[in-house]
């Protein structure tokens, strides 16, 4: 069965760098979003991109944050300047369509020092 | 605005015996329901979902879950429990007429079964 991908497992960055989180959807998948799950609460919608721009974005998604898919293949989130409170598992997920399941990939653990 | 609640943070039940995970919601219009399962370090895995038709939803691994609209409930089900079956389980729902794909979660259920 067709896996949505994720890489790095786990990222470790100092606070104020930059990072960029990596997904690979379901190929044949058009809708693509970011969560995240601060350890020990609720997986939260950050943001939602469909047709090559964001289609919708939740309080979280600050100007520190963006997303882009700069090929065919690949989902990028990248955290401009991370804070501490960043540290979280990050989730890609996709769906080939409005009515269909959302498909996870594992994550990538955050971690801020 | 649309909220999920599982009012369970922990359900604990002996192996072979009957499992259900609660989930309630609310949105404006018509739910789309989702279950997803969360094994330790992985990502969240698609048991069944709810768009339109019959109330009673069968999925993955002999789960079923059946939406009541008078009660905006979507509770998961199993009619025996396995102990491969202890896990984080999320119920998420998405208003199926606000032009929205973003799924709001629950907080999430621990399973535990019992050997």
């Known amino acids: 069965e067709p896996e949505v991908t994720q890489t790095p497992s786990h990222q470790v960055t100092q606070m104020g760098q930059e990072v960029i989180l990596r997904c690979v959807p379901i190929s044949n998948h058009l809708y693509f979003y970011w969560y995240r799950q601060i350890l020990g609460q609720k997986v939260e919608f950050l943001v939602s991109f469909y047709n090559n721009e964001i289609s919708e974005k939740s309080e979280i998604f600050d100007d520190q944050f963006s997303v882009e898919r700069p090929d065919g293949s690949n989902f990028t989130l990248k955290i401009r300047s991370t804070k501490l409170e960043d540290s979280a598992m990050y989730f890609c997920?996709?769906?080939?369509?409005?009515?269909?399941?959302?498909?996870f990939g594992d994550g990538t653990r955050l971690s801020i020092l | 605005a649309q909220s999920v609640a599982q009012p369970e943070d922990q359900v604990n039940v002996a192996e072979g015996n009957p499992l259900t995970v609660k989930c309630t919601y609310s949105v404006s219009g018509n739910p789309y329901l989702f279950w997803y399962v969360q094994y330790p370090n992985r990502g969240l895995q698609f048991l069944l979902k709810?768009?339109?038709?019959?109330?009673l939803v069968k999925g993955s691994y002999g789960f079923e879950a059946e939406f009541n609209k008078s009660q905006t409930s979507f509770h998961l089900k199993k009619p025996s429990a396995l102990v491969s079956d202890s896990a984080l389980y999320f119920c998420a729902v998405r208003d199926s007429g606000a032009g929205s794909y973003q799924l709001t979660f629950g907080k999430g259920t621990k399973l535990s079964v019992i050997p």
């Open positions: 997920a996709s769906t080939g369509g409005p009515g269909q399941p959302q498909h």
């Open positions: 709810y768009i339109t038709g019959d109330n």
